[in-house]
C-alpha cells in the first residue's frame, strides 16, 4: 500500500514509524514495511511521525491511498508533553483500513501545539486503586501484574514452539525489549529484533485481549558501560538523541488513546545506574566508559526523562519498574545502601504532573541473570563449624545469598530512602531454576565452609559475577502475579533463549561488541574473581536466537516443564 497526503503549511517529518516515509516539498509518501504489505479485509496498520513546523501548523486535508483519495473525517488528538516550556508538534496517527470493495477509509488524528510546564511537588504519593482488571483510563493500581492476562509476544512464542518440546513454554508472557531506536518501528533485517513494532505489540495485545504488556526500555547513551556484548548505538554524550529519538516517540506511541486499558509495563535501563555504584572508579572492575557515564550524568539524566515522560502520557496506565542489579551486584555493605540513594536521587529528578519518585512503581531484580531465587539448604545465617557462610569463597561476604532476600530486603531500604511504602519489587525468573540432575537435593554433611557451599547451592556457576550464557542454567519459576511480600511478580523479562552475547566477535550494525565473559575459554576478571567464565559455546550476538541454550534451559528447569 501506499500512503499519501500534503502539509500545508509547509511542515517536514523528522521520523517516522509503521511504513517507510519520504517527503518530497510538502508532499508525504509513506509505503508498507515487508511485514506490514498484505492486509486482508478489515485488517488495519498505523504509520505515525514526528514532525516540525514554523509559524502555522494545518492539518493535511487531501489523503490518498494507492491513487483513490480518502474522504473520512478526523480523529481525537494525541497530546505528547516535553520537558520544557516549548511547541513541539504531536505525533500524527494515520490508521489505514481495507474493506472488501475498492473502496479505502482513512482515519487521522491532527496534530496539536502544546506548551507544557513541569514542576516538583514536594512530596512523594503513588495514588493507586486495588481492583483488578484491565487498566481503564483514570484507575492506576498498586500492583499492574494482578488480575490481568499478560501479553505474549507472538514473535518469541513463534521461535520457542519451533524447538523439540517449546510448545511447553510457548504461551509464557515475556517482555519486549526496545534495544535501539529502529526497533520502536520494527525491523526485517535484524536477527536480534523482530519485524514487529511497539505499536505492532500494543495492538496485538488489545486483540489477545491481554490487560497488561511488558516492555523494556534499553538505548542509553554510553549503555551497558562494563560489558561489551550489550553495547548501544547512542554515544555517551548523545543524550539530545536518547530524548528526542527513542523517549519521545515511544512516548507518543504508549500515550495513544486507545491503548488507556492497557497496562503497560516499562523495565528501565537495565544494568545502568548500579554500574555508577561499582564500576565507575576505585573498584577493581570500574571501566573508563562507567567513570564516563558517571562525570556526564547522562545515565542519570537519561533515566529521569524517561520516568517522566513515560508516565506522564497515556490514561494513568503507564507503569514503571527501574533495573536494581542482583543479590551477586549490590548486596554488600559497601554499595547497597548507596545504590538505594543514587536510584533515589535519580528519579526525584523525574519531572511532570506526577514527578520525582511518584513516578517509580517498583524495580526489578536479576534481569536476564542467574541468580537463585532461594537457596533451599543454607541462608546467610548458617555456620559450619562455627563460622558464617559469609566467609565462603562463593558468598565472598554478601549480606545475601539468593535474589528472594535480597529483593525485600532492597525494598526496605528503597523505603527508607524516600520511595512510597507500596512500591513493588519483581524478580526475574527465565533463566534461575537450576534444575536437572546436578541441582542438590540437599544440604552438603561436609564440615569444610567452601565445601559445604558449594555442594549446597543449587546456583551451578562457577562465579556469582558470571552473567553470560551460563552452562547448566535452567528456566525457573514461571511468571506470576503476588507470589511473596513485598514482590509484585516474578517475570520473564529476559525471554529464554535470546542470547547475552556472541562466543567470539559478530560483525553488526546494531552496536553490539564482543565481551570476553561470553568466551567459555576465557580466563576471566576482576568482576569475577578472574574465573572461568562458565559460558556455552557458538552464541550469537546478545538478542539473537540462540537454540542450544534454549533446549538447555528447557532440560534443567526448575519447577521441571
Not at 249 to 276: F, T, V
Not at 285 to 299: E, I, L, R, V, W
Amino acid at each position: 500500500w501506499s500512503l499519501t497526503f500534503t502539509f500545508p503549511s509547509g511542515q517536514t517529518i523528522t521520523q517516522g514509524w509503521v511504513g517507510k516515509f519520504s517527503q518530497s516539498g510538502s508532499r508525504v509518501t509513506v509505503t508498507n514495511e515487508a511485514w506490514n504489505g498484505s492486509l486482508g479485509s478489515g485488517q488495519s496498520t498505523s504509520p505515525g511521525f514526528i514532525g516540525n513546523w514554523n509559524g502555522s501548523n494545518a492539518a493535511p486535508t487531501d489523503f490518498a491511498v494507492n491513487g483513490t483519495a480518502c474522504n473520512g473525517g478526523g480523529g481525537q488528538s494525541t497530546t505528547t508533553t516535553t520537558t520544557t516550556t516549548t511547541t513541539r508538534t504531536t505525533p500524527t496517527t494515520t490508521t489505514t483500513r481495507t474493506t472488501p470493495t475498492t473502496t479505502t477509509t482513512t482515519t487521522r488524528t491532527t496534530p496539536t501545539t502544546t506548551t507544557t510546564t513541569r514542576t516538583t511537588p514536594t512530596t512523594t504519593t503513588r495514588t493507586t486503586t486495588t481492583s483488578g482488571g484491565g487498566g481503564n483510563e483514570g484507575s492506576h493500581v498498586d500492583n499492574p501484574y494482578a488480575s490481568v492476562k499478560m501479553y505474549v509476544n507472538p514473535e518469541w512464542s513463534a521461535k520457542a514452539a519451533a524447538e523439540p518440546g517449546g510448545s511447553r513454554v510457548a504461551n509464557q508472557p515475556t517482555a519486549v525489549w526496545l534495544d535501539r531506536i529502529a526497533a520502536i518501528e520494527g525491523t526485517t533485517e535484524s536477527s536480534s529484533n523482530g519485524a514487529m513494532g511497539l505499536r505492532d505489540h500494543l495492538d496485538e495485545a488489545l486483540a489477545q485481549g491481554a490487560g497488561a504488556i511488558q516492555i523494556v526500555i534499553y538505548d542509553l547513551p554510553g549503555r551497558d558501560c562494563a560489558a561489551l556484548a550489550s553495547n548501544g548505538e547512542l554515544g555517551p554524550t548523545e543524550i539530545d538523541r536518547y530524548k528526542s529519538e527513542y523517549i519521545d516517540p515511544i512516548a507518543a506511541i504508549q500515550g495513544d488513546a486507545k491503548y488507556n486499558s492497557l497496562r503497560i509495563i516499562n523495565i528501565i535501563e537495565i544494568d545502568s545506574l548500579p554500574n555508577l555504584i561499582t564500576n565507575a572508579g576505585g573498584t577493581a572492575g570500574s571501566t573508563d566508559a562507567c567513570a564516563t557515564m558517571k562525570a556526564n550524568g547522562n545515565y542519570v539524566n537519561g533515566i529521569a526523562y524517561a520516568l517522566g515522560t513515560l508516565r506522564n502520557v497515556g490514561g494513568n496506565n503507564i507503569y514503571n519498574y527501574v533495573d536494581a542489579a542482583h543479590h551477586g551486584w549490590i548486596g554488600w555493605d559497601t554499595n547497597f545502601n548507596p545504590s538505594s540513594q543514587l536510584f533515589a536521587s535519580t528519579a526525584d529528578k523525574a519531572t511532570g504532573t506526577v514527578s520525582g519518585k511518584a513516578t517509580v512503581d517498583g524495580f526489578i531484580v536479576n534481569t536476564a541473570n542467574y541468580s537463585a531465587l532461594q537457596e533451599p539448604y543454607f541462608t546467610i545465617n548458617t555456620t559450619v563449624g562455627g563460622q558464617s557462610v559469609r566467609q565462603s569463597k562463593w558468598v565472598d561476604w554478601n549480606f545475601y545469598v539468593d535474589e528472594l532476600s535480597f529483593a525485600q530486603a532492597f525494598r526496605q531500604r528503597l523505603v527508607s530512602d524516600g520511595f512510597a511504602s507500596n512500591i513493588g519489587m519483581l524478580i526475574d525468573t527465565s533463566r534461575n531454576g537450576w534444575g536437572g540432575s546436578a541441582r542438590p537435593t540437599g544440604p552438603s554433611t561436609s564440615t569444610v565452609m567452601d565445601t559445604f557451599v558449594n555442594e549446597s547451592r543449587i546456583d551451578r556457576r562457577i562465579h556469582a559475577g558470571n552473567w553470560c550464557n551460563q552452562s547448566g542454567a535452567g528456566m525457573g519459576e514461571r511468571p506470576k502475579a503476588a507470589p511473596a511480600s513485598g514482590i509484585d511478580a516474578y517475570v520473564w523479562v529476559k525471554p529464554p533463549g535470546e542470547s547475552d552475547g556472541s562466543s567470539s566477535l559478530i560483525p553488526n550494525d546494531e552496536g553490539k561488541g564482543f565481551d570476553q565473559m561470553c568466551d567459555p575459554s576465557y580466563g576471566g576478571n576482576a568482576r569475577n574473581g578472574n574465573s572461568s567464565t562458565g559460558a556455552l559455546d557458538g552464541a550469537p550476538i546478545s538478542g539473537a536466537w540462540f537454540s542450544a541454550q534454549f533446549r538447555e534451559l528447557m532440560a534443567n528447569a526448575y519447577p521441571a516443564l
